[in-house]
């Protein structure tokens, strides 16, 4: 999955049509777990790209939104299994469901983005070898 100007006009689209069916569900719900970016979607004033102050921390919407897309499809699609495991392990020690992804999505967002800022391919090597100390 790509962070880009498609994706970005997608989730745009399903903030804005609500009811959704297939693969545009996983979207919404994800984005009903954020009401808390809701006005991103719906204000064009607002560039969702850009990182912004929410409840006190900054957050880049359009990201966010994407990083829970690729973890939880990792998740149910087992790929790496690790994933799955460490999701598991995180619940199993008491996060919630939903603190457990950000977790995933920290880790990973941490390297994707690292990697970009190199010029280098993503390490899932590593990222498989983190998912062990979360």
Same mark, same amino acid.
């Given at each position: ?39 991103? =979607? ?64 920290? =880790? ?27």
């Amino acid at each position: 999955m790509l962070f880009d100007a498609d994706l970005l006009e997608h989730i745009r689209l399903v903030a804005r049509e609500g009811d959704v069916s297939g693969d545009d569900r996983e979207i919404a719900d994800i984005l009903e777990l954020h009401p808390e970016l809701a006005r991103v =979607w719906n204000d064009p004033g607002l560039d969702p790209a850009r990182p912004l102050e929410i409840e006190g921390q900054t957050v880049n919407p359009f990201v966010h939104i994407a990083l829970h897309l690729i973890i939880g499809r990792q998740i149910r699609q087992g790929v790496p299994s690790e994933v799955k495991k460490a999701y598991l392990h995180l619940v199993e020690r008491g996060e919630s469901e939903h603190q457990a992804l950000h977790l995933l999505m920290g =880790w990973y967002g941490k390297l994707y983005f690292e990697s970009v800022r190199k010029s280098d391919a993503f390490d899932e090597s590593r990222y498989v070898q983190g998912l062990a100390f979360l």
